[in-house]
């Protein structure tokens, strides 16, 4: 089995998401593909510098690594929205399950910033699990049943 994990040093969703992937790697036995992808068309002020996000990737293969997790990482820097990228990048990898960590951003954020996670839930060709950070707390607009007074 093959898990991704869409990778963002700067989000803690991703690092929730990371650890999730450890868990399930040792439940199935499974290898662990961490992925950080650039998007060269967009305002980059988001995303980290290539020598950072290579730093970060590095940290996170020795750190599975020391847990005995199979483990890769891959910077992806191939001209293509991240979304998008990671897509392609799931089908060429034969992915079984994505990862991703999930941040609440204003309705104005996703029409011009998109949404990757959106994207991977949409068009990835496996499953998708999904996880936020519990500093996001409760979203009224999904229904959330909790009435604090």
Same mark, same amino acid.
């Given at each position: 089995?093959?898990?991704? $994990?869409?990778?963002?040093? *700067?989000?803690?969703?991703? *690092?929730?998401?990371?650890?999730?992937?450890?868990?399930?790697? *040792?439940?199935?036995?499974?290898?662990?593909?961490?992925?950080?992808? +650039?998007?060269?068309?967009?305002?980059?002020?988001?995303?980290?510098?290539?020598?950072?996000? !290579?730093?970060?990737?590095?940290?996170?293969?020795? !750190?599975? !690594?020391?847990?005995?997790?199979?483990?890769?990482?891959?910077?992806?820097?191939?001209?293509?929205?991240?979304?998008?990228?990671?897509?392609?990048?799931?089908?060429?990898?034969?992915?079984?399950?994505? #990862?991703?960590? $999930?941040?609440?951003?204003? *309705? $104005?954020?996703?029409?011009?910033?998109?949404?990757? +996670?959106?994207?991977?839930?949409?068009?990835?060709?496996?499953?998708?699990?999904?996880?936020?950070?519990?500093?996001?707390?409760?979203? #009224?607009?999904?229904?959330?049943?909790?009435?604090?007074?």
């Amino acid at each position: 089995m093959k898990i991704l $994990v869409p990778f963002n040093n *700067r989000s803690s969703s991703s *690092r929730l998401a990371l650890d999730l992937a450890k868990e399930h790697a *040792r439940s199935y036995e499974a290898e662990v593909l961490v992925a950080t992808s +650039a998007d060269p068309t967009k305002n980059e002020k988001d995303l980290p510098p290539k020598e950072e996000a !290579e730093k970060a990737l590095s940290e996170v293969e020795n !750190e599975l !690594e020391q847990t005995g997790i199979p483990c890769s990482t891959h910077l992806l820097i191939r001209g293509y929205s991240r979304g998008e990228d990671l897509v392609l990048f799931a089908r060429e990898k034969e992915v079984d399950e994505i #990862i991703v960590g $999930v941040e609440k951003k204003s *309705r $104005v954020g996703k029409f011009f910033l998109g949404s990757v +996670a959106q994207h991977l839930i949409l068009k990835a060709p496996c499953p998708v699990v999904s996880v936020k950070s519990p500093q996001e707390g409760q979203d #009224i607009y999904l229904g959330s049943t909790s009435m604090e007074s």
